[in-house]
């Protein structure tokens, strides 16, 4: 069986890490490349020390175009600038490209859709956990059937997380808004302070914590006029993301080059 040659992007965090200890125990896969950016302080070391395994004899580099060299596809966990760079170079490879970054604005989701046409087969959420995905899925249903119910995403990440809301509080508003038929940009409220006056009804209110080690939980509120409903998700552990960016790169590489999403790998598109 021919394995597919993945390189892990931003080996040197933590779901660096974990995208690394997901493919090196899959059958499926085997792990060609480790890049990180440069200067970064994992740049030199061995990518199976650097997530606590045993050496894999595969050093870490901050040179795209060598890790890529051997690869059929990059789990890109980093920063939007990153990952529209190496989208690009996937596009002109023909390669699978999953992209866990967050923080994307929107000419920098334009650039990674235009590399799916160009080339790549992308596969971009801003959560990899099956679970997240299927929770996005009820959101959109319950907004739609709740329809005058306000709708509220709460948020809770670990201190060191750069970007509010989170990609997946983000996947939440942006079912809850599908289900509503509005645009989450044009109805979303990021910041409540001071006077705010009476909660505007149709929005889609959100609300960020940080704090020690958190690795991700969300809450989405629909309060009706006598009841509440609350769904929710807790990561338990990174792997979840690593398991999911795997499954992700196994079912793009069988599809034609575009850009894809969790929900289109678990057929809840179909």
Not at 205 to 225: E, K, Q, S, Y
């Amino acid at each position: 069986m021919t394995k597919l040659r993945i390189i892990v992007a931003g080996a040197g965090g933590r779901m660096g890490a974990a995208n690394i200890r997901a493919i090196a125990g899959h059958p499926e896969l085997e792990l060609v490349g480790a890049l990180d950016r440069s200067g970064a302080a994992s740049i030199g070391k061995d990518a199976g020390l650097l997530a606590g395994l045993e050496p894999l004899g595969l050093a870490v580099t901050d040179s795209a175009e060598q890790a890529l060299a051997q690869a059929d596809a990059i789990v890109d966990f980093t920063a939007p600038a990153a990952s529209v760079a190496l989208a690009g170079l996937a596009a002109r490879q023909g390669l699978v490209h999953i992209i866990g970054t967050t923080g994307c604005l929107e000419a920098e989701n334009d650039a990674i859709a235009e590399a799916g046409r160009a080339g790549a087969r992308i596969v971009q959420s801003g959560n990899f956990s099956p679970g997240m995905v299927a929770l996005t899925a009820l959101v959109e249903k319950a907004a739609a059937a709740l329809a005058d119910y306000d709708v509220e995403i709460l948020e809770m990440h670990h201190n060191l997380k750069v970007d509010a809301p989170s990609g997946s509080a983000l996947m939440l508003g942006e079912a809850a808004a599908r289900g509503r038929n509005i645009s989450l940009k044009d109805h979303s409220v990021r910041v409540r302070d001071g006077h705010t006056g009476a909660r505007e009804p149709g929005t889609i209110g959100f609300a960020t914590l940080r704090g020690g080690n958190v690795i991700g939980d969300h809450m989405v509120i629909l309060a009706g006029p006598s009841e509440r409903i609350e769904l929710s998700h807790r990561a338990q552990d990174r792997s979840i993301f690593a398991n999911g960016a795997v499954l992700a790169a196994l079912w793009a590489s069988r599809q034609p080059p575009g850009l894809y999403s969790m929900a289109d790998v678990l057929g809840l598109n179909d």
